[in-house]
C-alpha cells in the first residue's frame, strides 16, 4: 500500500507541474498583439483606369496632394499606401479622355470600394472619389 500511495502521490505532483506550466498566457498575448498593432502594415488603396478611350488627363489626389501622370495610357493603375492609423484619408482620380469608354475602380486591400464610368464620342471627364479609414 505505501508503494500505491508514493506513485499517486507523485503523479499528483507531476499533475500540478503539468497543469501549473500550460497557464494561461493571455496577459501575454495581449502584450504582443498591442505591439504587433503598432508595427501594422499601411493599407494599400488600388486606382485603377480601364478602357478603351485615349487619355487627355489623368490626375489622383491623396491627402491632398495630387499626382499628374501625363504619360497614362489604358489600362492604367496605382497602388497607394495608406498609413494604419485609424485616421479619415481622401482621395480623388479624375480622367479627361477622348472618344472611347472609361472605367475607374477603386479597392481597399483587395475590397471593392467603387468605381464610376463614362464615355461616347468626344471628349469627356470620369472621376471617382472617397475616402478610408486608415
Known amino acids: 500500500m505505501p508503494h500505491t500511495l508514493r506513485l499517486l502521490t507523485m503523479g499528483i505532483v507531476a499533475l500540478s507541474v503539468l497543469l501549473t506550466s500550460c497557464g494561461d498566457d493571455a496577459p501575454d ?11 501594422v502594415e499601411p493599407h494599400a488603396l488600388v486606382l485603377t483606369a480601364t478602357g478603351d478611350a485615349p487619355i ?17 495610357v489604358l489600362p492604367w493603375e496605382v497602388s497607394v499606401d495608406v498609413p ?8 480623388e482620380l479624375i480622367v479627361q479622355h477622348g472618344s472611347g469608354n472609361v472605367q475607374l475602380v477603386a479597392t481597399l486591400d483587395g475590397n471593392f470600394l467603387t468605381q464610376s464610368q463614362g464615355g461616347g464620342t468626344g471628349d469627356g471627364t470620369v472621376r471617382v472619389s472617397g475616402w478610408v479609414k486608415g
Open 29 to 39: 498575448s495581449a502584450t504582443k498583439r498591442a505591439r504587433k498593432s503598432s508595427n
Open 56 to 72: 487627355n488627363s489623368l490626375n489622383y489626389t491623396f491627402d491632398g496632394k495630387t499626382v499628374q501622370d501625363t504619360s497614362a
Open 84 to 91: 494604419a492609423d485609424d485616421k479619415r484619408h481622401e482621395w
